[in-house]
C-alpha cells in the first residue's frame, strides 16, 4: 500500500469516527461499524470509544504504516437522521458505487448539513412531549396542559445555551429549578389541582437519561467496560443535577408563593395512554432528527414497544413485561433494517425511550431524599433495576433470534 493512500484512508476512518460519535452512536456499534469500514479499505484497526474520548490505532497490513490518534470528544448528542445519512454513504462505498474521494466529501456535506427542523418545530416537540408523558403517568387534564406550557420555557433555556456556553454548563439544574418554581406559582395562583412533582418531571422528560442509564448496562453487557461505565455514571450525575435543580426550585417556590392545598383532579381514561404514546413518538421524530421517510417505522416501534409490554403484564411478574417489550422492538428494528437497509438505531431508540425507567429513577430520588410518592408507585427501586435488566436481556436475545444486518 503506497503510503498517499495510507494517509486517505486513515483521514477518512478518523473521520467517519467522529461523525458517528457526535451523532450519538453506542461504543459497540461504533467499534463494530469502524472495523467493518477499515476491512473493506485494506487496513487493520482497532477502536477505543468512550462518550469523552476516542482512540484509533490503524496499520497496514506488514506493519509499514502505523497511525494512532487521540481525542477528547463531548459526549454525542442523539441525530437520528445524519446517522442514517451516514450509514447510507458507507453503504455505498462498501458497494462500490463511490471512491474514497467521493465519500470523504460527501461526509463533509452531512457533517454541515443543518437541523432539519426548524424552531417552532423543535419548541412544539418539546411542548409535545412534556404533555404527552404527563398522559402516560396517568395525570388529569391540568397537569397535562401545565407540563406542556413548561415544556416550552424549558426550550427556551435549550435555546439560551445553544448561544452561551456559561448557560450550557447549568442548563439541567437551572431548568429542573425553572419548571419547579413555575408549578409553585401555578399551584399558587391559578390551579391548586395541579400535581407540583408531576409536572415538573413531565416538563423536563427530554433532559431524564433514562435512555442513557439503558445504553450505559447495554455497553457494560457487550464487555464495553470503559465506555459503559462512564456513561452510566454520567448519567446518574446528570440525574442527581436535575433533582437538585428541582429540589432547589420547589423549595423557593414555596417559601415566595406558598403552599396551596392540593385538590385531586379526576385522572384520565386509561386508553389515552395510546394516544400519549402517538403524540411521545411524534414528538421524539423532530427531537432526534429522524428523516420523514422512517417516521412510520419510528411511530411503529413506540406502539410495538407499548403493547408488547402491556399485553404481557397480566402474566409476568413486575418488571417482567419490559423483557417482552425490549424483545418485541429488538426483533423489529433487526427487521427493519433488513426492509429499509437502514440502522437498527432509528427504531430502537422510539422503543427504549417509551420502556426505559428514567422515571422511576427520579420518582425513586424523590422518595429517599424527602420520603414523599407523588404517584403511586410501590418497590420502585427493586422495579426500575429489573427493568433495566429486562431491557438489555430482551435485546440481547433479540439479536439471537433476528440477527442484525447492521452493525449500526
Given at each position: 500500500?503506497?503510503?498517499?493512500?495510507?494517509?486517505?484512508?486513515?483521514?477518512?476512518i478518523?473521520?467517519?469516527?467522529?461523525?458517528?460519535?457526535?451523532?450519538?452512536?453506542?461504543?459497540?456499534?461504533?467499534?463494530?461499524?469502524?472495523?467493518?469500514?477499515?476491512?473493506?479499505?485494506?487496513?487493520h484497526?482497532?477502536?477505543?470509544?468512550?462518550?469523552?474520548?476516542?482512540?484509533?490505532?490503524?496499520?497496514?497490513?506488514?506493519?509499514?504504516?502505523?497511525?494512532?490518534?487521540?481525542?477528547?470528544?463531548?459526549?454525542?448528542?442523539?441525530?437520528?437522521g445524519?446517522?442514517?445519512?451516514?450509514?447510507?454513504?458507507?453503504?455505498?462505498?462498501?458497494?462500490?458505487?463511490?471512491?474514497?474521494?467521493?465519500?470523504?466529501?460527501?461526509?463533509?456535506?452531512?457533517?454541515?448539513?443543518?437541523?432539519?427542523y426548524?424552531l417552532?418545530?423543535?419548541?412544539?416537540?418539546?411542548?409535545?412531549?412534556?404533555?404527552?408523558?404527563?398522559?402516560?403517568?396517568?395525570?388529569?387534564?391540568h397537569?397535562?396542559?401545565?407540563?406542556?406550557?413548561?415544556?416550552?420555557?424549558?426550550?427556551?433555556?435549550?435555546?439560551?445555551?445553544?448561544?452561551?456556553?456559561?448557560?450550557?454548563?447549568?442548563?439541567e439544574?437551572?431548568?429542573?429549578?425553572?419548571?419547579?418554581?413555575?408549578?409553585?406559582?401555578?399551584?399558587?395562583?391559578?390551579?391548586?389541582?395541579?400535581?407540583?412533582?408531576?409536572?415538573?418531571?413531565?416538563?423536563?422528560?427530554?433532559?431524564?437519561?433514562?435512555?442513557?442509564?439503558a445504553?450505559?448496562?447495554?455497553?457494560?453487557?457487550?464487555?464495553?467496560?470503559?465506555?459503559?461505565?462512564?456513561?452510566?455514571?454520567?448519567?446518574?450525575?446528570l440525574?442527581?443535577?436535575?433533582?437538585?435543580?428541582?429540589?432547589?426550585?420547589?423549595?423557593?417556590?414555596?417559601?415566595?408563593?406558598?403552599?396551596?392545598?392540593?385538590?385531586?383532579?379526576e385522572?384520565?381514561?386509561?386508553?389515552?395512554?395510546w394516544?400519549?404514546?402517538?403524540?411521545?413518538?411524534?414528538?421524539?421524530?423532530?427531537?432526534?432528527?429522524?428523516?420523514?421517510?422512517?417516521?412510520?417505522?419510528?411511530?411503529?416501534?413506540?406502539?410495538i414497544?407499548?403493547?408488547?409490554?402491556?399485553?404481557?403484564?397480566?402474566?409476568?411478574?413486575h418488571?417482567l413485561?419490559?423483557?417482552?417489550?425490549?424483545?418485541?422492538?429488538?426483533?423489529?428494528?433487526?427487521?427493519f433494517?433488513?426492509?429499509?437497509?437502514?440502522?437498527?438505531?432509528?427504531?430502537?431508540m422510539?422503543?427504549?425511550?417509551?420502556?426505559?425507567p428514567g422515571?422511576?429513577?427520579?420518582?425513586?430520588?424523590?422518595?429517599?431524599?424527602?420520603?414523599?410518592?407523588?404517584?403511586?408507585?410501590?418497590?420502585?427501586?427493586?422495579?426500575?433495576?429489573?427493568?433495566?435488566?429486562?431491557?438489555?436481556?430482551?435485546?440481547?436475545?433479540?439479536?439471537?433470534?433476528?440477527?442484525?444486518?447492521?452493525?449500526?
Amino acid at each position: 500500500m503506497h503510503k498517499a493512500d495510507f494517509i486517505q484512508i486513515r483521514r477518512f476512518i478518523v473521520k467517519l469516527g467522529k461523525m458517528l460519535h457526535k451523532y450519538g452512536t453506542p461504543a459497540f456499534r461504533q467499534e463494530a461499524h469502524l472495523t467493518e469500514v477499515a476491512t473493506y479499505l485494506g487496513v487493520h484497526a482497532s477502536f477505543i470509544s468512550t462518550p469523552t474520548s476516542l482512540t484509533f490505532v490503524i496499520w497496514s497490513d506488514k506493519h509499514e504504516d502505523e497511525y494512532t490518534h487521540a481525542a477528547r470528544v463531548q459526549p454525542g448528542e442523539l441525530d437520528l437522521g445524519s446517522l442514517s445519512r451516514t450509514d447510507e454513504l458507507v453503504t455505498q462505498l462498501l458497494e462500490g458505487k463511490l471512491t474514497l474521494t467521493e465519500a470523504d466529501k460527501l461526509l463533509d456535506e452531512i457533517d454541515a448539513l443543518p437541523n432539519p427542523y426548524n424552531l417552532l418545530a423543535t419548541g412544539g416537540a418539546f411542548c409535545l412531549s412534556s404533555g404527552a408523558f404527563a398522559m402516560l403517568l396517568g395525570s388529569g387534564w391540568h397537569d397535562v396542559l401545565w407540563s406542556s406550557l413548561i415544556g416550552l420555557v424549558v426550550y427556551c433555556w435549550v435555546l439560551w445555551a445553544s448561544k452561551s456556553r456559561r448557560v450550557t454548563h447549568m442548563l439541567e439544574p437551572m431548568v429542573a429549578m425553572t419548571a419547579g418554581l413555575l408549578a409553585c406559582a401555578i399551584s399558587s395562583y391559578l390551579d391548586a389541582s395541579i400535581n407540583i412533582r408531576l409536572v415538573v418531571l413531565s416538563s423536563i422528560i427530554v433532559f431524564i437519561p433514562g435512555l442513557a442509564l439503558a445504553l450505559g448496562l447495554a455497553e457494560l453487557s457487550s464487555r464495553h467496560l470503559v465506555s459503559g461505565t462512564a456513561r452510566v455514571m454520567d448519567a446518574i450525575m446528570l440525574l442527581f443535577k436535575l433533582y437538585f435543580g428541582a429540589f432547589l426550585g420547589i423549595a423557593f417556590g414555596f417559601g415566595m408563593f406558598g403552599q396551596a392545598e392540593f385538590v385531586p383532579a379526576e385522572p384520565l381514561p386509561r386508553w389515552m395512554a395510546w394516544l400519549a404514546i402517538l403524540l411521545l413518538c411524534t414528538s421524539l421524530i423532530v427531537i432526534f432528527r429522524i428523516r420523514l421517510k422512517h417516521a412510520p417505522w419510528a411511530l411503529l416501534s413506540g406502539f410495538i414497544a407499548y403493547g408488547a409490554s402491556i399485553f404481557s403484564a397480566p402474566y409476568l411478574e413486575h418488571g417482567l413485561a419490559t423483557f417482552v417489550g425490549a424483545f418485541a422492538v429488538g426483533v423489529y428494528s433487526n427487521l427493519f433494517t433488513r426492509l429499509a437497509n437502514a440502522p437498527a438505531s432509528i427504531v430502537v431508540m422510539q422503543g427504549l425511550i417509551v420502556l426505559v425507567p428514567g422515571s422511576k429513577t427520579y420518582i425513586g430520588l424523590n422518595s429517599f431524599v424527602s420520603g414523599q410518592d407523588f404517584v403511586h408507585a410501590e418497590h420502585v427501586g427493586q422495579e426500575t433495576f429489573l427493568i433495566f435488566m429486562s431491557l438489555v436481556a430482551g435485546l440481547i436475545f433479540a439479536n439471537v433470534v433476528m440477527p442484525t444486518k447492521k452493525a449500526l
